[in-house]
């Protein structure tokens, strides 16, 4: 509660809670405070919020949903605060209106085309700044310009608590691009039956409902999924439609969307602590599930510039704050994202191919949101003696990916050469066909190789905003296994050269994500506003390292390029049948030659088992690939196995 300490209202309502505990029942007495004490405590606080506001600000929140001094309210079982306003505080979520990679978006946006000037500020602040948004356009004062922001409370506050707990059941989840039906008869809805009423009613002055609608994946709908409505280059109407971004349809084309796992599940993770949501009433009891409001995502680079930059944006979060917040976004990108996986596919005599297996375990694709977000491959293979034999998708200084083609990298099945990497992204073209980073331009994709989410389908009646274009659409590893769509998952196979070199060979695979990649700058930057020269210094002073999201390695894989010739002779004097082997049992048959010895080797190059001298018959230990590096009196020679079991 504003205006007043906490102390001071602690006690006030203490006696509340003295006065009426003999008639306290469930959480839905008629009346909490008697008239005395509601119009005493009202000489201490500052009025109810004004009728004529619609949304409340987070100021009429934070007396019972912030940090409770006491110890009390808003903290688990282990004595942690959990408070929804200080982990609000520092997402972007709060600070979306002073995002400063959005303010110079939009300055660049009207300067190039200032006739548009007017639609695009108000359709951009109807997600960014949705309460003050739809409060001008509510009075008939609409469109909502940036100048209207600056000057606004409520608007400054981005999407602030009564964004989402005041969004209504009408239409839910069928409206998008900015378009949010609020419920304006001054309530809130929340995820609890039996609210706790009174004191959100007599104080603040909006009534606590059960909201089911509120843990509900068609609350992130309106703002999470954008079409745009392009121009051309000297600003002329398309008369067509751009999705710019559509990660609430990706979650309905989605394995999640059957099962309802909501954005929430993941962006506010649940606790099974009972916890007490309101402070001042010691009789409440704890809540469960209670959703911690971290809104992680992850965009953790904007996160720290915007920590860094705190006064100079006017936000109010702590570094503390952001601090915690930077720590659950790597977690979620690090932790829930995707899964990687290595392995050998083949060895040949002049050749060794690696096959690395993406797989997206978020419920959208990967990476999702808006179109300068992407993830690469990066993949090395070293020596023995530590010497590069291969790379692809290394980074350069200026954080730009080593080869990368001019404008866009294309989808790749099998890379080969180092000047290929794999990029995962969405790449915006114009009318024309040239690719552009300004959003007003964008009329079609020329690549959209994004991981879909597991259980995505180019059947699902989502389809037609959540497309793959580009080269992954004919690749058999491309969220197919076994024939069928909805794996959720790549595969890049990647063929390195031997020729010339015998020994042991590692190799590492990391994915990386960057969210505002220089390439996205590059258009942005060769103009001047205020507000991009304030994003430009911001920019360069910060930390823009991608986010090294899964790293995995392969040691010890033995190759022979040396003795090509000889390799050739052995493979066909060498055989192993039958294969597949039933039951992992097969054996090894020489022509000419005299095994020396077999060693067994998984799909990840780990020694499984050796067998001696005059072994001739091979027990696999399970079901799987394996690979049978057998010496002989001529040289060696590697076969590989598939065990069924």
């Known amino acids: 509660m504003p205006g007043i300490s906490k102390h001071l209202l602690f006690g006030a309502m203490l006696l509340?809670?003295?006065?009426?505990?003999?008639?306290?029942?469930?959480?839905?007495?008629?009346?909490?405070?008697?008239?005395?004490?509601?119009k005493a405590l009202k000489a201490m606080l500052l009025d109810q919020v004004d009728p004529s506001i619609i949304f409340p600000t987070v100021s009429a929140c934070v007396g019972c949903h912030g940090s409770d001094e006491n110890g009390y309210a808003s903290v688990d079982l282990a004595g942690n605060d959990v408070n929804v306003v200080d982990d609000w505080s520092a997402t972007m979520m709060a600070n979306s209106a002073k995002d400063p990679f959005w303010r110079a978006k939009v300055s660049h946006e009207i300067l190039l085309y200032p006739m548009h000037s007017a639609s695009i500020q108000d359709k951009c602040?109807?997600?960014?700044?949705?309460?003050?948004?739809?409060?001008?356009?509510?009075?008939?004062?609409?469109?909502?310009?940036?100048?209207?922001?600056?000057?606004?409370?409520?608007?400054?506050?981005?999407?602030n608590c009564a964004t989402c707990h005041m969004i209504s059941q009408e239409d839910?989840?069928?409206?998008?691009?900015?378009?949010?039906?609020?419920?304006?008869?001054?309530?809130?809805?929340?995820?609890?039956?039996?609210p706790f009423s009174a004191p959100m009613e007599d104080f603040v002055g909006f009534l606590p409902l059960h909201g089911p609608h509120i843990p509900e994946a068609g609350t992130c709908a309106p703002c999470h999924t954008l079409i745009t409505h392009p121009v051309d280059v000297a600003g002329n109407s398309l008369g067509t439609s751009f999705v710019e971004q559509a990660t609430y349809h990706e979650w309905l084309n989605s394995t999640?969307?059957?099962q309802n796992v909501t954005c929430q599940e993941c962006h506010f993770p649940r606790i099974k602590d009972p916890i007490v949501i309101s402070s001042n009433y010691l009789f409440l009891e704890g809540r469960v599930p209670y959703g911690l409001h971290e809104m992680a995502g992850a965009n953790t680079m904007m996160l720290k510039l915007m920590k860094e930059n705190r006064e100079a944006l006017g936000i109010n979060a702590s570094a503390e704050n952001f601090d915690k917040t930077i720590a659950s976004t790597f977690a979620m990108l690090q932790d829930k994202s995707i899964s990687l996986n290595l392995q050998v596919e083949e060895l040949r005599s002049d050749s060794v191919t690696f096959a690395v297996k993406v797989t997206n375990r978020a419920g959208h694709k990967f990476p999702s949101g808006y179109p300068s977000r992407r993830a690469f491959i990066s993949f090395v293979v070293l020596a023995e003696e530590g010497d590069t034999l291969f790379r692809s998708g290394l980074l350069q200084p200026d954080q730009e990916v080593e080869g990368h083609d001019p404008h866009f990298e294309p989808h790749y099945q099998l890379i080969d050469r180092p000047d290929q990497v794999q990029i995962y992204?969405?790449?915006?073209?114009?009318?024309?066909?040239?690719?552009?980073?300004?959003?007003?331009?964008?009329?079609?994709?020329?690549?959209?190789?994004?991981?879909?989410?597991i259980g995505f389908t180019t059947t699902h009646s989502a389809y037609d905003t959540t497309r793959i274009y580009g080269a992954a659409l004919n690749d058999p590893?491309?969220?197919?296994?076994?024939?069928?769509?909805?794996?959720?998952?790549?595969?890049?196979?990647?063929?390195?050269?031997?020729?010339?070199?015998?020994?042991?060979?590692?190799?590492?695979?990391?994915?990386?994500?960057?969210?505002?990649?220089?390439?996205?700058?590059?258009?942005?930057?060769?103009?001047?506003?205020?507000?991009?020269?304030?994003?430009?210094?911001?920019?360069?002073?910060a930390d823009r390292s991608p986010v090294a999201v899964r790293s995995t390695q392969l040691s010890d894989v033995y190759v022979d390029g040396i003795t090509a010739t000889a390799e050739a002779f052995l493979q066909k004097a060498v055989k192993v049948f039958p294969n597949p082997a039933p039951g992992g049992r097969c054996a090894v048959q020489a022509n000419g030659v005299e095994v020396c010895s077999i060693r067994v080797f998984d799909g990840k190059g780990r020694l499984q088992q050796t067998l001696p001298a005059g072994s001739n018959e091979v027990q696999l230990p399970r079901a799987g690939i394996f690979l049978l590096e057998i010496t002989t009196d001529k040289g060696k020679v590697v076969k590989r196995v598939i065990s069924q079991r």
């Open 477 to 541: 590893d491309f969220n197919i296994e076994n024939g069928a769509e909805g794996s959720g998952a790549d595969v890049v196979h990647y063929r390195i050269g031997i020729a010339g070199y015998r020994g042991n060979v590692s190799a590492h695979a990391t994915v990386y994500y960057q969210s505002l990649p220089p390439k996205w700058m590059v258009e942005m930057f060769s103009e001047s506003t205020p507000e991009i020269e304030t994003f430009r210094t911001m920019f360069d002073n």
């Open 425 to 453: 992204e969405m790449v915006m073209a114009d009318a024309n066909g040239q690719f552009t980073t300004v959003l007003s331009r964008g009329y079609a994709p020329v690549k959209d190789n994004r991981l879909p989410p």
């Open 16 to 38: 509340g809670v003295i006065y009426s505990a003999a008639n306290w029942t469930d959480y839905a007495p008629p009346r909490f405070h008697s008239r005395q004490e509601i």
């Open 125 to 159: 602040t109807s997600c960014h700044a949705p309460n003050g948004n739809y409060t001008a356009h509510y009075r008939g004062h609409g469109p909502y310009s940036m100048a209207d922001l600056l000057a606004d409370s409520i608007g400054l506050e981005g999407v």
């Open 172 to 194: 839910f989840g069928l409206t998008f691009s900015g378009q949010i039906n609020f419920d304006t008869n001054r309530v809130l809805y929340g995820p609890y039956y039996q």
């Open 256 to 258: 999640y969307g059957l």
